[in-house]
C-alpha cells in the first residue's frame, strides 16, 4: 500500500477499439512521473480515466487507489465526485478548459481555496486571506499579483496555464 496513487490494470475502449491496453503504475506521493507517447497514444485518455473525466461512449475498466480508497472502474458520478478536487487535478493542454472566460483569474484561485476549506470542514478563509493566499500561489508559479485582477482572455496561452496550475495546487491534492 501506497499514500499515493496506484493504477492496476487500466483498460479503455471506445466503439473504435483499444484506446489504452493493461496500463498498471504506481505513482508515490511527492513523486513525478511522465507518461510519454506519440499524439493519441493514450496519454490524455489515461489521465482521464483515472479521474473520471471520460468522454461519452469511452469506458474503462481496471482499478485506481487514491491511498487507502480503491476505485474498481467504471465508477459512478458520486464516486468520482469525493475524488477530483480532493484526491486529483487534472489539467489540460487548453487553459481555456479550466478557466472560466467570464471571471477574474484571482476569484478562480480563490474559489479553489474556498473548496478546499471546505473539503476540510473548515470555514471559507476572509476575503484578506483568501486574497493573501491567493498572491502566494500565483507567486508559487512565477506571476505578479496583477494577474488575479486580470480574466484570462487578457493573459497569453502560457500565463493562462500558470494560472490554472496555481488554482489546481490551491485544492492542495494527492495527483
Known sequence: ??????VTDLVVRSSAGVLVAGTS?????????????ESGSGKSMTAKAITGLLPGGVTATGSVSYGAETIALPASVQTWHGVRGARAVLLLQDPFT???PVHRCGDQVAWSIAAREERHG???????DAAAEVRTRLAEVGLPDRVARMHPHELSCGIRQ???IAAALATEPDL
Open 1 to 6: 500500500m501506497t499514500d499515493g496513487v496506484v
Open 25 to 37: 503504475f504506481t505513482l508515490e506521493r511527492g513523486r513525478c512521473l511522465a507518461i510519454i507517447g
Open 98 to 100: 479550466s478557466l472560466s
Open 122 to 128: 473548515r470555514p471559507a478563509p476572509r476575503r484578506a
Open 162 to 164: 500558470r494560472v490554472a
